[in-house]
């Protein structure tokens, strides 16, 4: 692209002819899973290393770059599968030829949590018992972690953006204002297109009473960008699962599908369960970043993470179930 | 281009003598030569160099600080002090002037004093420093409102930015508005929730007040001390955890804890505080307010017991409208008419002050009246009373009719004169035939009045003075000729009346006036004024044709305008059209509407419209010639009046494309598609390569995110199957291709079940559309066809959709609005346009709307209908994506769509240099006679004379007692740009021998470039699309009075009517040497941060809105000199 800039900067072209078109194709850049791995009753099980997982795309399989745990350090997986640690503020690792932007090792040290508040009219009754609920959760963050506070109503508003302060983040919180429409999956959207622009590992959690009357984009729409984004999207849900089925199955696809969880929380002592339960969920997930080898299909790709072993069949791996690549200049 | 002899003079150098500026002349010529090139740091660098160099001449400083000067640059004061001591003769003067008029700009009083001397001594002798001085804060009536402003406005909704004189009035406005509602069982009202929060609000500040204690500071000193707990009790929380880090503030009381933290108070610092056990301290003085006239002017003896003034005051909307209303007012004349009229006597008229009372003025005791004295006499015998006994005069105005003739009053006096209208004021306010038209306006049944409702509702009067036009011989233009009027109202296109009186005098109508009559009787229906909205749109479509409208052609249109009224913007846009092109579009669109298979017809009547707005847009682009424009249209409108089936639908839309190429002298070989999106994107010169490619990626983007199919592909097929029946072989890389792409679309994610698309039959079109393609398995097809020509005809119908929704997405790419979140979120926003609409409503040919938002079980949002109205609706579904930079969104529906319109419809390539400069002059022209009007009576009085023609009275007064205070930075405020421009061009028409600098170059660079610079070019390069009050997208302007809040279709005309941000942005573009290009890319970008900067309290908040304008600038500004520093600049 930038060789065509400067080819019309001279002023050579009137306008573009067809051999000087930017070409439109599709970019490989690394990919970000994020899972986790639960025995048959739902316990996390952490240590696991590198070599003990198989991950594949479309079946073909993948050869991971880095690797982490938690918030511990990621690794970076050498060729021979084993790992050594990388040196805080050095960039990852790219594959020889691939032009990918220099991301840190930091940025995949901790989560970055964005926190999506409902302020709508839908939530008058319950704002307060919700920011505290919030408050609560950004406290007891992990130190690594980073955290972003957004409020939505009709608009999108950002009171507090990503920060490692916590009194910053709830400072941002305690300044929301509340009333008017909601547009739940529009603010969604927007977290998302910020959240994709921050390295390292990210999810949102969604925070609502449920209803929406004024998104312009479904549900699912939005889904399958956190999917590509490989973000995933946690839902609390302040309303109970019978009263609103609607938002009740959207919020359950959304989660599952983009590797997160959904909570039905009408209570606020639930709420802080299920804020602590996420929590847990971020403690306790692994992190690996790869190189896409050569794949032909440009649409949705599977993505499948096995354990290699044979107790690993009895385990359950909760990831986003794959992806579609980028596409651009 | 701006002209080398222009510049030079600006920079100071033709003016010195040969020999002394040689060398200034030279440092001039480079800097200029550096700017030209963009590089205005380098620029400023020479002339900086040379002015601080010991060689420095007084005409190299003067170039150095005009240079600031133009650049709005900090040092430009010092750079003219500089001139000001190295000068004599008349540059000292000049320069002595331009200081003194500097300091006026900067408020620097002491400043302007030294000037003012230095000015005289230099020998000038047309000033005088301003003596009157600001009203004393003590003097103002003032109320307590507890608590910090900040958290009252937060509850009460207003915007914080707002100058405390005004926020009655603006709380009064929420009140009225918002406040209250009818209770379901009686017509009694009942305070909304709205109201109960700021009730309780109030309660909560004045027990925190309490706390605050004297001296109005709410103090903690440690966490466990006495006062901890009662504070926290007042907020509604209470501590969990002791006292040290492990302190968290939660909910006790959910009621009290809302009203925290919906005020606003710094609960995280308290918390913060407890948990570090530092002291806290919150700053609780209350908010002092200043109110009209004082307290006890607003309340009765029983009210004053109830309270305090502010309770009192919400508590009662009559008394609110009221404050409303004389807010409103200019303040003289409020002053004189509360003086001549008894406040119970006015409130009975509250709600007719509020609506037309902005437009009343009294002058020397005397009204001011439409029409003026030759008009006076009929006032008086309308109303009862003469125009020259002032209020007394108004006091009756306001009482007739329940306010019909106020508001008649109102809508003759709002007219301000157009060129292309005529002299339409003086037209309407001839005696006797404003008392015929408020005849007909009257009626017998007075009630209900038009000022009844919170909001107007009847806007019909309005619309039709302020749009009427007059002929060349100075009758009233009736489009087709009163014949066709006389016919429509007794022969009524549905087999109705509109009017049965109407109807049985229309058959004795000779003259204009004959229909202008019935026009005024219908603004008094509350029912939809079809005539007048016809005649509106005819007048529009005549309004800038040569020949206007043949009689039969304008029958047709008024006849048809139910049916096809939303595409006439196309007609008024179009003035090349002429009658035969009209026809044969309608004849076509009528063609298309007798399709009876539904599928059939929205491929028909989405490849027809598209084709339709690709060639509007590349004719108001100029890409298509005028001449060609008739023939043009033409042919693509004769293509559809034939195709009956798939098959010719998509013959006459490749036909169509063929078309588009020709009329736009594309080559032969160009590939269709680039070449329709290097079109689209604009007719970019090779200097603006950059621009032009910035533009071409975002609307590939949005193409590739909406999966097309491009034109090249689907046509290179076509001619591969025509090649098949000949023998030729199967292209299988080209089917790979377009199989690849097909096989790429999705069903619509989450759609409704089948009782919901029943019950609401909406998106069944669409998604039946989706799925004939989904289903589209082009290679077994073409395997069964083997070599078959009538089978591989076929195949040539089922691309139809593609080709349409190709077309359709074309469109829409170009008019895409900042962001476009929904063209790349969901893949099939194009796809799903429904050009049919909701069961029964035949939306084919009705403007765009946008259905199916805030339903999360559709997928996603849609349009749907023609696509006449396609910008207004892809801005109307994207504004909610704009992310406000405060805390509270306070964005309304019919201003932000507009707004975007305003950036993504007009496109700059053709614009030169010099128009935004010329702009940009008439901007400073327009400033520099208001800091003149500071320090000079007569100048001060010929710029409110102007400014009275744009602007209402009270803020004309108001703006004439701040210049004659010298607060010249918040009378700027007051004036919006579009009205700057509009008194400027006055000004210079009026005062054609100013020999003052900037109307010198002014009228210099009109000589040199007189088409560029025409009113009318200018009009068009900065103007904005106003499809509801001009009826087309058209970038024109109309220089109205900003309209008040409406109701109902006419309620974007409130939008409509704001005109000042091109103008502002291409001051702004010349000041910062952005080349007029790069407007294309930058004006939406600049459009979406000034509405995410707007923070208004309310619809006609004005102020608010160039706040954020005037904010977004001094931004760029800021950035500007940034890089210019960074660059080496000084």
Redesign the interface.
């Known amino acids: 692209m930038n060789s065509i800039r400067k080819i019309l900067i001279l002023g050579t072209a009137l306008v573009l002819t067809a051999q000087e078109r930017p070409t439109f194709r599709v970019k490989v850049d690394m990919v970000v899973l994020s899972f986790t791995v639960t025995d048959s009753k739902n316990h996390y099980i952490n240590g696991l290393k590198p070599s003990d997982f198989r991950i594949a795309e479309d079946g073909i399989a993948q050869k991971i770059n880095t690797f982490g745990e938690g918030n511990k350090p990621p690794v970076q997986v050498l060729e021979n599968g084993t790992t050594r640690p990388l040196l805080a503020g050095t960039p990852v690792p790219t594959e020889p030829g691939k032009d990918e932007a220099e991301i840190r090792s930091d940025a995949f040290v901790g989560t970055n949590v964005f926190v999506l508040f409902d302020t709508s009219n839908y939530m008058y009754r319950g704002f307060v018992y919700a920011s505290d609920a919030i408050a609560d959760f950004v406290r007891g963050l992990d130190r690594a972690d980073s955290v972003a506070v957004y409020t939505f109503s009709r608009n999108l508003s950002r009171p507090a953006p990503l920060t490692h302060d916590r009194s910053e983040a709830i400072f941002g919180l305690r300044k929301a204002v509340a009333g008017d429409d909601a547009a739940l999956y529009n603010g969604l959207l927007l977290t998302l297109r910020d959240a994709s622009k921050i390295p390292g590992r990210k999810v949102i959690i969604v925070f609502s009473n449920g209803p929406d009357n004024s998104s312009m984009v479904a549900p699912d729409d939005v889904r399958a960008v956190a999917e590509d984004e490989g973000i995933p999207i946690y839902v609390i849900s302040t309303s109970e699962v019978s009263k609103d089925p609607v938002s009740s199955n959207i919020f359950r696809r959304i989660a599952t599908r983009t590797g997160g969880k959904a909570y039905f929380a009408k209570t606020w002592q639930k709420q802080v369960e299920a804020f602590e339960s996420i929590r847990e969920d971020l403690g306790n997930s692994y992190t690996i970043t790869y190189y896409p080898q050569p794949n032909p299909n440009e649409g949705f790709r599977k993505v499948s993470v096995e354990i290699a072993s044979d107790a690993g069949k009895k385990m359950r791996v909760r990831a986003r179930p794959g992806y579609r690549p980028r596409s651009g200049f | 281009m701006k002209s080398l002899a222009f510049v030079l003079i600006t920079l100071g150098i033709i003016a010195g003598s040969p020999a002394s500026c040689l060398r200034a002349d030279d440092i001039g010529l480079r800097a200029w030569e550096l700017e030209a090139k963009g590089d205005a740091a380098g620029a400023r660098n020479l002339l900086h160099r040379e002015a601080q160099s010991s060689s420095a001449t007084p005409d190299s400083l003067k170039a150095y600080a005009e240079f600031l000067d133009r650049h709005h640059d900090p040092a430009t004061r010092d750079a003219y002090e500089k001139v000001l001591a190295a000068s004599s003769g008349p540059d000292k003067l000049a320069a002595a002037r331009r200081l003194l008029l500097l300091d006026i700009f900067a408020e620097d009083r002491a400043s302007a004093a030294k000037h003012f001397a230095q000015f005289r001594d230099a020998g000038g002798a047309d000033f005088t420093l301003p003596t009157k001085q600001i009203a004393p804060p003590e003097k103002k009536q003032i109320v307590l409102i507890p608590g910090p402003m900040r958290s009252f406005s937060?509850m009460a909704a207003l915007s914080p930015d707002m100058n405390p004189d005004d926020l009655v009035a603006a709380l009064a406005r929420n009140i009225v508005t918002n406040g209250y509602q009818a209770t379901s069982s009686n017509e009694a009202l009942e305070q909304t929730e709205y109201l109960k929060l700021v009730v309780r609000y109030l309660t909560q500040a004045r027990e925190l007040d309490k706390l605050a204690g004297a001296d109005k500071i709410i103090k903690i000193e440690s966490c466990d001390s006495a006062q901890t707990n009662d504070l926290l009790r007042v907020l509604?929380y209470r501590m969990r955890g002791g006292c040290g880090s492990d302190v968290?503030?939660?909910?006790l009381n959910?009621t009290r804890?809302?009203l925290t933290?919906?005020s606003?108070f710094?609960?995280?610092?308290l918390?913060?505080a407890l948990r570090t056990n530092r002291p806290f301290t919150y700053d609780y003085k209350p908010t002092e307010v200043p109110v009209l006239y004082g307290p006890e002017y607003w309340l009765s003896a029983k009210e004053k017991q109830n309270g305090e003034f502010i309770d009192a005051f919400i508590g009662d909307p009559s008394i609110c409208r009221l404050y409303l209303g004389l807010s409103k007012l200019d303040p003289q004349t409020a002053e004189d008419l509360r003086k001549t009229v008894t406040i119970q006597k006015i409130r009975a008229f509250a709600h007719v002050l509020d609506f037309y009372g902005g437009m009343f003025d009294i002058r020397n005791g005397k009204a001011v009246v439409p029409g003026g004295a030759r008009s006076e006499k009929a006032w008086a015998d309308m109303v009862g009373v003469s125009p020259d006994k002032g209020a007394a005069f108004f006091e009756r105005l306001v009482a007739r009719e329940d306010g019909w003739m106020a508001s008649y009053f109102d809508a003759l006096g709002r007219i301000t004169y157009s060129p292309s209208n005529g002299p339409v004021q003086q037209y309407l306010t001839e005696p006797e035939r404003m008392k015929r038209f408020y005849a007909a306006i009257r009626g017998k049944v007075t009630s209900p009045g038009p000022a009844r409702p919170v909001f107007r509702s009847n806007t019909d009067m309005m619309l039709l003075t302020t749009r009427l036009r007059l002929d060349p011989d100075g009758h009233p233009h009736i489009p087709g000729g009163v014949d066709v009027w006389r016919k429509l109202f007794t022969n009524h296109p549905q087999h109705s009346k509109y009017d049965a009186k109407l109807t049985k005098a229309a058959g004795n109508w000779k003259d204009g006036d004959d229909v202008l009559e019935a026009l005024f009787a219908l603004t008094r229906k509350s029912v939809e004024n079809e005539p007048l909205k016809i005649f509106l749109s005819l007048s529009d479509v005549d309004r800038h044709r040569l020949k206007p409208l043949d009689a039969e052609t304008a029958d047709r249109m008024a006849r048809e305008f139910a049916q096809y009224g939303a595409q006439y913007s196309l007609f008024a846009e179009a003035t090349d059209l002429g009658n035969g092109a009209i026809n044969q579009f309608l004849d076509a669109a009528e063609e298309v509407n007798q399709i009876r298979d539904l599928g059939l017809r929205a491929n028909a009547a989405g490849t027809y419209q598209s084709l339709v707005a690709i060639w509007q847009i590349l004719y108001r682009q100029g890409t298509i010639p005028t001449a060609e424009a008739d023939a043009s249209l033409t042919k693509i409108a004769a293509l559809f009046g034939k195709a009956k089936n798939e098959r010719e639908v998509f013959e006459a839309g490749r036909t169509g494309v063929k078309a588009l190429l020709a009329a736009t002298h594309s080559p032969a070989d160009?590939?269709p598609q680039?070449r329709f999106i290097?079109l689209l994107a604009g007719?970019?010169?090779?200097?603006d390569?950059?621009s032009?490619?910035q533009m071409?990626?975002e609307m590939?983007?949005i193409f590739?995110s909406q999966r097309l199919i491009s034109l090249k592909t689907i046509f290179d097929l076509v001619d591969n199957l025509e090649s098949l029946s000949r023998g030729e072989k199967v292209n299988q890389q080209l089917i790979t291709k377009a199989a690849a792409r097909i096989?790429?679309i999705q069903l619509?994610?989450?759609s409704m079940s089948s009782a919901e698309k029943n019950s609401m039959a909406f998106g069944y079109w669409p998604e039946k559309h989706i799925e004939q393609q989904r289903k589209l398995n082009l290679r077994a097809l073409i395997d069964r066809s083997a070599t078959d020509p009538k089978k591989l005809d076929d195949i040539r119908g089922l691309l139809a959709p593609f080709l349409r929704d190709t077309l359709v997405g074309l469109t829409y790419m170009h008019y895409a609005p900042p962001g476009a979140?929904?063209l790349h979120?969901?893949?099939l926003f194009v796809r799903s346009h429904d050009f049919i609409g909701l069961q029964g409503s035949n939306q084919t040919w009705k403007n765009t709307e946008?259905l199916g938002?805030?339903w999360?079980?559709?997928?996603?949002?849609k349009l749907v209908g023609s696509l006449s109205g396609l910008p207004y609706a892809l801005a109307e579904?994207?504004q909610?994506?704009?992310?406000?930079s405060r805390?509270?969104?306070l964005?309304w529906g019919d201003l932000v769509p507009q707004m975007l319109v305003s950036a993504t419809v007009p496109r700059w390539w053709n614009v030169s240099p010099s128009q935004l400069h010329w702009v940009a002059l008439h901007m400073n022209y327009a400033e520099v006679r208001m800091a003149e009007g500071v320090v000079s009576a007569p100048q001060r009085q010929a710029f409110l004379d102007a400014l009275d023609r744009h602007a209402p009275p009270a803020r004309v007064r108001k703006i004439g007692n701040l210049l004659e205070m010298g607060e010249m930075r918040s009378a700027v405020e007051n004036v919006m740009p579009s009205e700057m421009f509009a008194v400027s061009m006055d000004l210079l028409a009026a005062n054609k021998n100013d020999d003052g600098p900037i109307a010198k170059e002014i009228r210099r660079e009109s000589a040199e470039a007189p088409k560029d610079l025409s009113y009318d070019a200018v009009s068009r390069a900065f103007g904005t699309p106003k499809p509801t009050l001009a009826n087309s997208y058209s970038p024109q302007l109309l220089n109205l009075r900003t309209f008040p809040t409406l109701m109902g279709y006419s309620s974007r005309i409130l939008a409509e009517s704001w005109e000042s941000n091109l103008l502002y942005y291409a001051a702004l573009a010349d000041e910062l040497q952005i080349p007029p290009s790069q407007l294309n890319v930058l004006v939406p970008q600049w459009t979406q941060q000034t509405v995410e900067k707007i923070f208004a309290t309310h619809l006609e908040d004005w102020p608010a809105l160039l706040r954020s304008l005037r904010s977004v600038g001094d931004d760029l500004r800021q950035k500007s000199r940034k890089q210019t520093s960074a660059a080496g600049g000084e």
Not at chain 2, 248 to 251: A, I, K, M, Q, R
Not at chain 2, 880 to 884: H, K, Q, S, T
């Open positions: 937060r509604g968290v503030l939660e909910t959910a804890a809302f933290i919906d606003g710094p609960l995280a610092q918390e913060q160009a590939s680039d290097d007719a970019a010169a090779p200097s390569a950059d032009h490619l071409v990626e590939i983007r590739e096989a790429e619509p994610r989450a979140q929904i979120t969901n893949p946008v938002g805030g999360p079980t559709s997928a996603g949002g579904a994207e909610n994506f704009l992310i406000p805390e509270q969104a964005i």
